[in-house]
Structures are given as structure tokens and as C-alpha cells.
DNA sequence: TTGAAAGCGCTAACAC
DNA sequence: GTGTTAGCGCTTTCAA
């Protein structure tokens, strides 16, 4: 029953030593002798002594605490990217804490100065991308990292995906598959470069097979939930017929997709059979057997795995040059997609 | 372009003050002149200058982090429970870490022993229940707080789901259907207070209708994951086909069951013709129109205005009090459940 | 109402 | 190899 905690000097007076002595010893420190270091820790452990970490970084004027800012935990595919970051980096001692920005800028922002206010020694970005926010990330003087996108005029150190070419390998999917009319639904389309992208990616394929693009029956604007991937399809399937409807659509992640297929389902509107389906992150829930979503993986462990790594040095060797890693996804087919038949045949 | 962050004495400087008087404005504190702290706080406010966290954290002697600590946030259930704390804690002015214990009862403690180290100034956790656990929450002097899981000597504060009551529910649903041979799949049933009292409510259900409970079919080890869900199906389904064999089951958790599902799908196993199936929690995913789980909600949205409640009540006013809340769970009816068949009908 | 000064628990020069 | 001392940036008595 620890009453109360030690302090340091508590320790060094018990063990008549100086509380530098203490410290050097518990920190790994040169310029203890061997045997007294070892008397120290040896007391430290039994009395369980543990530094005032709050002390320590005001002392250093350092912490060792990463802020992780992030659209919304509840996005299962951020849901692995922070646990695969915070395990990653809590063996290195680092401790995450994680912002849910839920895609808003402002409280991006909010976080980011927070961040700084609290003094944490790094900032792992998963930016919504704005303008704003693209002069903050400038002005920190924070170690920092943007993950699965990047700003405009940002030069430092990131980790994402080739947005760009999992845009364009499912577009090809679709093509390969004999569909001409192939629409597009993108989670914020300006202010996301992820998004953007996969959209770019999309119309080169589009592009090079020579087949037309139809603006009109695309969303720019979704929110990157399933809720909004449900309104999506209630919008796009409320539009008169007409024969330049898509016969594939592309949704700008997993769960927008799983949003868009329940209100088909719920309508009578059959995947793969009546329209074809591909998204993005290849989150768990896509490979039930009952979804079998077809999707484009950002292999979201590896993703995790580099940006741990990346902020590690970024914390340990604030002089490297900054890391830029691009990461290739895949394709992963699954369900939602079949070869295009047309009406009359 | 703030080039560094000013401290509360360079700020008094320039404004021909006390660092006192700065800091009995900026936060709130009596006597000020209302003319002084106008002036004040403009400047501050044009400056941009925010006190340093961490300095005042070890002035006070308590920091505003409170440590969120529960099995997996990759688990939908605890993603919504961690957004919604953390969305109200924040507006509150409290900073929450959220971190994993991956159910393993030493990670717990080494978590409770950091959130202590760092002076956390409050705990709230998801316990994997262990009598290990016990001992540490015990003998703590944080504020802390039980969510969903209680210790068995535990008699501070708590927010739990009455799983008692959910088990009996969730049996009584099946025995409603006809079905006479029940089988319950826990989670670690040994340590863990929900997945033991759901199976209490199983059992008293069982009994108050007159069947019988035959352990063969049960299994009590699982570990709340998806993939264990799937390894417990193939489990069940390789035993040699015997009269007593489960025309129900019960499911511990959502992940559980989806996994369970998942097994029978692939293996020819039709839910519910075949089989029923209810689980706990009612994640998002339950309710996809492709999955239609049958489950208990917790009302994790209830869970977790509730936790915050209490948690900043414990924070504010640390004399009061524990707080018992009880919250009664919901059957969600859906499509993983029908009526009993026998084979010879 | 305001300011001076001590101190929160630790680290890191600097001296010995 | 070890100890002394001066901060880190803030809050909070206490005195004015």
C-alpha cells in the first residue's frame, strides 16, 4: 500500500545519495559506478518508485507524448491504424493520444495547437486537408507526419497511399469486366487529396479504355460514412432512367459502399447483379461472407508499421531528411462485381 | 508566425504586470481588476499566448488526462464508447488517452501503474477482470471509474449493463421460438463479470422454462474476437451429430457471432433455417441489411454519456458518493433467429 | 487589487 | 564518479 508517491529526492536522502546520482542511475545515464547504480535501482524497484513523468518533460522541455489526429475512430479502418501506431510507438515509450476531427477542420486545427499547448513532442496528421489547416501544418515547429494525405504545399515527411493508382486499378477492374458506364463517389472532393486522387485515378483509366466520363451521376461531397453512403444511393437511384445509367459505381471507401449497398438491398436493387460495386480500405467487415466486398486495400498494417517508424525517427533524429513513403495498394476481388450484361442480350 | 511559444513571465513583462496577476486572469481566478484582466486577456488572445500545459499540470499537482483503458478499440463497441467519452470529457476540458489492454490483465496493470506515473487525474476502465486487477483498483488513489465489467471487491463508482438481464433476454427470445437445446458461446467466462452474468441470465431463463443445459455444447474461453468466433463454429461443427446437438446459440458478442456466421456460411450452414443465433452489443455492422443480427444493445451511446457524467462528477467533486448506474439492455429482433423445426416436421 | 517569492519534481550544467 | 545548484513555466501563499 503505497501511501503516496516518492519524489526523488525522498529516494537520494534514503539512500544518501544526491538526487542527480538517483536520476542518472534510473535514466540510464552515464556517470554512475556501477555498484551504486545497481543499489539504486534495486531500491527504486522494491519501494516502486517511478518518476513524475509531468516533471520530467517540463524539466526536459520535452514530453514523450504523440497526438494522433484522425477523421473518426469509429471508421474501422482508423480504428487499426491507431491501434496498430499506438502499440508500435508505446514500445518505444511513447504514449498516443488520439483526436477524432470528425472531419472538420476546425477542430483539426484545434487539436493541432492543442497539441502544441500540451507540449507533446510530435503530431501524427490524418488531415481533412484544407487550406487552413495547410497553414498551421507550415507554422508548427512540431516534429510532424501526415499520413493517407497530404496538403498542398506540404514538404515534410509522410506516409500514404498511391491514391492515384487504386483509383485507377478499380476503374480497370470495372472496365475489364466489360462496364462503359462507371460512376464515381467521393468523400470530399475538394478538400480531400486521398479522395481526389482515386478520382483522378479513376478518369485516366476512363481515359485510356476510351470510355466517357458522366459527371452527372457523381458525388463529390460524401462524408465518408455509412450513413452517407445509404443517401448516396437513395439520391442517385431516385434519378429518372435513362439509358447512361451507370451499370458500376466506385465509392470512396468501405464503408460508404456498405452504406449504398443496404439501401440497394433494402429496394430490391441486387449487387452484383444489377449494379456493380468497388470502394476503398478493405476494412474487416467487407470480407463477411454475407458482403464480400469488392475493394482496393491501402494495407492499413503497413501503413501503421511505416508511419511508427517514421515518427520515431522523426522524434530521435529530427535532422534526417524528410521521409516520403508511398505505399501500393491492391485489389481485392470479392463480390460486388460481375461481368456487364447488357439489357437486351 | 509564432516563432516560439511565450511564457506567462515574458507576457507579465510586457505588459507591465505580475506573472500572479497573468495568471489569476487567464484563469478565472478572483482578484483582478476588471479594467486588468480586459487588458490581459486581449493581449494574450492577440498574442496567441496559451499557458503551458505541462507547467501547470506540476504546479497543481494534477494534470486534466484522463486515461481510458479497455480491450481493443478495434471492437465497434469500444470505438463508440471511446468517441462518445471522449467527445464529452473534451467539451469539459479533460483530455482522454484511450489505451489497449488487448484483454490481458498484465497490460491493464502496467496501464493503471502508467496512467499513475504520468499523474492522470482520473481512471476509467474496461477491466478484464482479473484478480489482479482487483488488488491494484483497489489499493488506487485515482479517481476511477468502472465501465461495464466490476471486480469482485470492487464498491466505487460504476456504469454497467445489467447482463444478467441480457442473457435471460436473449435465451427467453430463442425459448420463445420453440427452441429446446440452447448453447452459450462466452467470452473468457472465468474473468469476465458481463460474459458471467450473461450466462447466469442464460441459465435462469433455462431453468424457469424447464430445460436443460448441457455444457457439452458450451464453450468459455473465447476471446471476444471475430476470428474466434469463426474458430468456435468450426469447433461445435466438427462434434460427431448427436440428438442433443444446439438448435440455438448464444453469442457472447457481436465479433463472436459475425465470426460464428461466417463459418456457417462457408460451410453450408444456414442461419437462421439451420441454426439460430443471438449475440451482444448491437454494433453497426449487426444491423447491415445483409447481416441482420439478432443481439442485445447495450446502448452504448447511454454507456458513455453516462461514464462521462460520472467521471466529471468524480473529477469535480471527489467527496461524493459512488455512483451504481445500472443500465437495462434492449433485444434487437432481427433475422439470425426463427421459429423451431424439428427435422421429423 | 497587486506583486514577490517559494516551490511543484525533475534534469543538466558545472564544480569538486 | 558524485554533489550542488539553477532552472523548466506555472500556481499560490503571503505581504504590501
Not at 7 to 32: D, F, Q
Not at 153 to 173: L, M, P
Request: glycine share 4%; charged share 20%; hydrophobic share 35%.
Amino acid at each position: 500500500m503505497d501511501k503516496h508517491s516518492y519524489t526523488i529526492a525522498e529516494v537520494a536522502k534514503m539512500l544518501k545519495v544526491s538526487p542527480s546520482t538517483v536520476s542518472r542511475a534510473i535514466n540510464n545515464a552515464p556517470g554512475v559506478s556501477d555498484s551504486v547504480r545497481e543499489k539504486i535501482l534495486n531500491f527504486v524497484d522494491e519501494i516502486g518508485y517511478r518518476p513524475n513523468t509531468i516533471a520530467q518533460s517540463l524539466s526536459r522541455g520535452k514530453s514523450n507524448m504523440v497526438a494522433l489526429i484522425l477523421g473518426d475512430i469509429r471508421n474501422p479502418f482508423y480504428a487499426d491504424l491507431a491501434f496498430g501506431i499506438q502499440k508500435n510507438l508505446d514500445t518505444h515509450g511513447y504514449i498516443v493520444t488520439t483526436f477524432n476531427s470528425e472531419y472538420d477542420y476546425r477542430k483539426e486545427i484545434e487539436f493541432i495547437q492543442f497539441a502544441k499547448q500540451y507540449h507533446y513532442c510530435g503530431i501524427i496528421l490524418v488531415t481533412v486537408n484544407s487550406k487552413e489547416a495547410d497553414k498551421y501544418i507550415n507554422k508548427l515547429e512540431l516534429p510532424i507526419l501526415l499520413v493517407n494525405r497530404i496538403t498542398e504545399h506540404y514538404n515534410g515527411s509522410f506516409v500514404v497511399t498511391d491514391n492515384f493508382q487504386a483509383g485507377y486499378i478499380a476503374a480497370r477492374h470495372l472496365i475489364n469486366l466489360g462496364h462503359k458506364k462507371i460512376s464515381f463517389m467521393s468523400g470530399h472532393h475538394k478538400s480531400s487529396t486521398a479522395s481526389y486522387q482515386r478520382f483522378l485515378g479513376y478518369r485516366q483509366a476512363l481515359k485510356n479504355y476510351c470510355l466517357s466520363y458522366n459527371e452527372q451521376y457523381c458525388l463529390f461531397d460524401l462524408n465518408w460514412k455509412m450513413e452517407t453512403g445509404y443517401e448516396a444511393a437513395k439520391k442517385i437511384f431516385s434519378l429518372s432512367p435513362s439509358p447512361d445509367f451507370p451499370s458500376a459505381f466506385l465509392l470512396s471507401n468501405d464503408l460508404l459502399a456498405l452504406g449504398f449497398m443496404d439501401y440497394c438491398e433494402e429496394h430490391g436493387i441486387r449487387i452484383p447483379d444489377d449494379v456493380s460495386l468497388v470502394s476503398f480500405d478493405n476494412i474487416v467487415y467487407s470480407g463477411l461472407h454475407r458482403i464480400q466486398l469488392t475493394t482496393v486495400s491501402q494495407h492499413v498494417e503497413k501503413i501503421s508499421s511505416e508511419a511508427s517508424k517514421v515518427m520515431i525517427d522523426l522524434l530521435e533524429e529530427p535532422s534526417k531528411e524528410p521521409r516520403k513513403i508511398i505505399i501500393e495498394p491492391t485489389l481485392i476481388e470479392r463480390n460486388t462485381t460481375r461481368a456487364y450484361k447488357n439489357a437486351e442480350s
